[in-house]
């Protein structure tokens, strides 16, 4: 295995000869498949070709593989030629290693500025290994433009909203995922895992080389080791844990104790948790008194990572923004705030009632068995009865510091999957082999059944298991993916379709005695939600609205008007009690001419009408 200085930046030039151009008989795209080295690193890393990031057929969009980085571009470019009225293509930041991180605004340029509309942010695969969501997030953005025009929902959603779209929120972390064996969860910035003070020494290996570092199992005799071989499945296949001394096999992850510590692959390529690092209640990986919280994988400090700081700089340069969801998997639920207490004992009462016809919503349409708060909810989901803080995480900051809708959805679950396929009466891991065995479609990709080979260090083993990429942690390529996407964009759609949304219902100008004309224009929030979430107010993300007049020659406020703006406050949404939907806004002018009003709402969108006075 050859070894370079931890920390070394790495150039790799590549050679583009050979690739087919678009344009060929075979209308191939030539999406560049350049070979994967992390910039920063203390090993060199073997290289996989997966045949799930093969799309169905070049150039034809589908929702069955996952995207390299590079077709994930390409569609994105595509898409900005394909659709210019439509489509904003940019590069929202840099990653550590120096990819730009692609994001592209979706609404209809001609009926006013992105800025101006009531907006949502759509991001995925800020977990390296988590890539079905990336195929989520160019799904929506997908049906967003393919049915503008044919669909009158989504044609209205681009005419009045905005929509921002990063599919990618962290390219180094899920290029190496999806170019090599490894499976790191976030960034590929050098970490000491094991605390040995080497960073990264003790990587994955794949030695049967089927691509995937699966597990190692040795026979040691009985009374030498913790696992044997399932009774239950009489093929062999499965191991069962019995307890130190109680079995003779060990299982051990698939590679090599590089490090000679006795560990296997403990210390892998990176170690931080770019879902840890957000601002809000964020907690140091260490601290001095063994009395205070902590968070693994948190980060030297908040946003330390470029990657989750170009998200919260984004967001926070366009408050116009009132719902996002940035996905992860593997649960599944529609996962929202708070992490660190229960809902009802931080949120606004007003604000939690939105998030609880989402959650409800959201049920009714994926058929995710679960969905609520991440301390809480997502904790007892089993049966359990105690809550279980996460610290840095995104909903908090997204609710308690943005005051938005937040969704950390998690997609793919494969017990969403597993049915009692062999009639026993029980479902689990038996099940998993009858489908890996007998569904056409899996053709046994499921499960690497165990194979001898030859360990550095231990000598004889076998190696074998689950696949840990496309099933552990993401659908496998084909219709379950498409399944598992298709059910994800039926939420994030109507979490668009909430979104708020000012519109004009009327105008009206009635002469008065004196020879004055008052001009009155009315306003209703259409959309689902309000205009401004109690928390957006008090963390003042958003202001209070306004409404104000424009007149031209010929016209002037009369005698004692208070002046062309007015405050405007806030809109309600569907739920709201207190808070009024609709309102009417007055001036009395002189004079005849035209008059502009405008009301403008942070998060509800800028609407102006022109009334004549005749």
Do not use: C
Not at 26 to 32: E, H, S, W
Not at 147 to 157: A, F, M, N, R, S
Not at 523 to 542: C, R, T
Not at 584 to 601: C, D, L, N
């Amino acid at each position: 295995m050859k070894r370079w200085i931890p920390g070394l930046l790495v150039t790799i030039l590549v050679s583009q000869a050979g690739l087919v151009s678009a344009a060929s008989p075979a209308g191939q795209v030539p999406f560049l498949k350049r070979p994967f080295i992390p910039a920063q690193a203390a090993f060199e890393v073997d290289q996989f070709a997966y045949p799930e990031t093969k799309p169905k057929k070049a150039g034809t969009f589908d929702i069955q593989h996952y995207p390299l980085y590079d077709e994930v571009l390409y569609w994105l470019e595509t898409w900005a030629k394909q659709y210019p009225g439509l489509v904003e293509l940019y590069s929202a930041g840099k990653s550590l290693e120096g990819r730009d991180i692609w994001q592209i605004t979706i609404t209809n340029k001609k009926t006013g500025s992105a800025t101006d509309k009531p907006a949502m942010w759509v991001g995925a695969n800020r977990h390296s290994g988590e890539v079905t969501t990336r195929v989520a997030a160019l799904h929506f953005a997908n049906e967003l433009l393919s049915k503008y025009g044919k669909d009158p929902e989504i044609t209205h959603l681009l005419n009045t909203r905005t929509f921002y779209v990063r599919p990618v929120e962290n390219p180094d972390g899920s290029e190496l995922y999806l170019n090599t064996i490894q499976t790191n969860r976030s960034t590929n910035r050098p970490v000491d895992n094991d605390g040995d003070g080497v960073m990264d020494e003790d990587i994955l290996e794949d030695l049967d080389g089927d691509g995937y570092s699966r597990q190692i199992r040795k026979y040691v005799g009985m009374g030498n080791g913790d696992y044997t071989k399932d009774p239950a499945d009489p093929s062999g296949r499965l191991m069962k844990q019995v307890g130190q001394g109680k079995g003779d096999y060990l299982v051990l992850p698939e590679g090599i104790d590089n490090d000679g510590d006795g560990k296997y692959n403990e210390d892998g390529i990176g170690g931080l948790d770019l879902h840890r690092n957000y601002p809000e209640n964020w907690r140091p990986m260490s601290e001095n008194t063994g009395m205070g919280w902590t968070q693994g994988g948190a980060g030297e400090y908040p946003l330390s990572e470029p990657e989750m700081r170009s998200v919260v700089l984004f967001l926070l340069e366009n408050p116009h923004i009132s719902v996002v969801e940035t996905m992860d998997t593997t649960v599944p639920m529609h996962l929202r705030p708070p992490s660190t207490s229960k809902s009802e004992e931080s949120m606004f009462p007003e604000d939690l009632a939105y998030y609880q016809h989402l959650d409800k919503k959201g049920q009714e349409l994926t058929g995710y068995p679960w969905a609520g708060d991440v301390y809480y909810d997502y904790n007892t989901r089993r049966g359990g009865t105690e809550g279980n803080p996460l610290f840095g995480h995104s909903p908090d900051w997204g609710y308690f510091q943005y005051g938005t809708i937040w969704y950390g959805d998690e997609l793919w679950g494969k017990q969403e999957y597993v049915k009692d396929y062999n009639k026993d009466g029980n479902v689990d891991e038996l099940d998993q082999l009858w489908m890996n065995d007998h569904m056409p479609e899996l053709k046994g990709k499921l499960f690497q059944n165990w194979t001898p080979v030859e360990h550095p260090q231990l000598g004889r083993v076998e190696v074998g298991g689950w696949n840990p990429k496309f099933w552990n942690q993401n659908a496998p390529a084909g219709s379950m993916l498409k399944t598992a996407v298709e059910k994800q964009s039926a939420f994030n759609l109507e979490l668009a379709k909430s979104l708020p949304l000012l519109t004009i219902k009327g105008s009206e100008v009635k002469k008065n005695p004196d020879g004055t004309s008052t001009i009155s224009v009315t306003v209703s929030n259409e959309g689902f939600l309000p205009d401004a979430l109690k928390q957006a107010w008090l963390v003042k993300v958003v202001r209070k609205g306004t409404a104000s007049i424009k007149l031209e020659d010929g016209l002037t406020l009369a005698g004692e008007e208070a002046g062309q703006t007015q405050d405007a406050g806030f809109f309600g949404g569907a739920l709201d009690d207190g808070e009024e939907r609709t309102k009417t806004f007055s001036w009395t002018v002189e004079g005849k001419g035209k008059a502009q009003v405008t009301i403008r709402s942070t998060r509800g969108g800028t609407v102006s009408v022109t009334v004549p006075i005749p």
